[in-house]
């Protein structure tokens, strides 16, 4: 980088390029990105109450109705507390959408079994496509994790200049993919097992209720403290990213 450029971080407005690091910068991104303990919680409790709802209750309704209410309830607190929804509506839209696959395996005529398959397939496929979708990046060496040092230096693509940042920001990338291979590899097969009839529904069902809560945010802390031990094992200057 010439003298004459200003610093990424000058660009963006921010504070001297030497104060920070790619791993300090990355940490405090992904706080931001997942809300901290906080913003896990608030995804997992909607899924935890339907799941023990349907494992109690046998009631597919109800357990809908149970996991929006208490979705609800937290949204309300953030508004009383004027703090970000982002993660309460999340949880709103993830079960939203199992709804909608409720109602659509309903309308063709689906069982009550059918119709609670239905409502793990969007997780199953999301965690699918998301793999797909971070495994790529690695692959060509566009790490997706490498675009939150671009977010912080003003530059969303110099970081890919430096190797040392691009190798540090594909392990990260490759630990946040890890949590949603597991998921598709012990979820899938019994899915598609139970979907074919070639397994019971009903224990399928509440395997995959039960692993939808081991295996969400248990899971994704795993990977993060996984991610926590790589970021503090160096110190990469974000103008070494930029240069």
Do not use: H
């Not at 504070?15 to 990355?26: D, I, S, Y």
């Not at 199953?124 to 790529?136: F, R, T």
Request: hydrophobic share 55%; with cysteine.
């Amino acid at each position: 980088m010439s003298e004459q450029q200003p610093t990424p971080a000058e660009a963006a407005g921010g504070e001297p390029v030497g104060a920070r690091t790619v791993e300090e910068v990355v940490r405090g991104q992904l706080s931001k990105a997942l809300g901290g303990v906080r913003g896990m919680l608030e995804a997992a409790v909607p899924t935890l109450v339907f799941t023990a709802l349907w494992l109690t209750a046998r009631d597919l309704r109800l357990a809908l109705v149970c996991s929006v209410a208490a979705a609800m309830v937290l949204l309300v607190v953030r508004l009383v507390q004027r703090s970000s929804v982002q993660f309460v509506v999340n949880a709103l839209v993830g079960i939203g959408i199992g709804a909608l696959f409720v109602t659509l395996s309903a309308r063709s005529g689906g069982s009550e079994d059918e119709q609670a398959l239905a409502y793990f397939l969007p997780g199953i496929l999301y965690n699918a496509g998301y793999a797909v979708l971070m495994g790529l990046s690695c692959v060509t060496r566009w790490p997706l994790v490498g675009f939150m040092v671009g977010s912080v230096t003003g530059d969303p693509t110099a970081w890919r200049s430096d190797p040392q940042v691009v190798r540090l920001c594909t392990r990260l990338t490759w630990l946040l993919v890890l949590p949603c291979v597991v998921r598709v590899a012990l979820q899938a097969p019994l899915w598609l097992g139970a979907s074919s009839g070639a397994l019971s529904a009903e224990p399928v069902i509440a395997a995959l209720g039960v692993m939808k809560v081991v295996l969400g945010w248990p899971l994704q802390v795993a990977a993060l403290a996984a991610m926590a031990w790589v970021l503090g094992r160096n110190r990469t200057p974000v103008s070494t990213a930029a240069a």
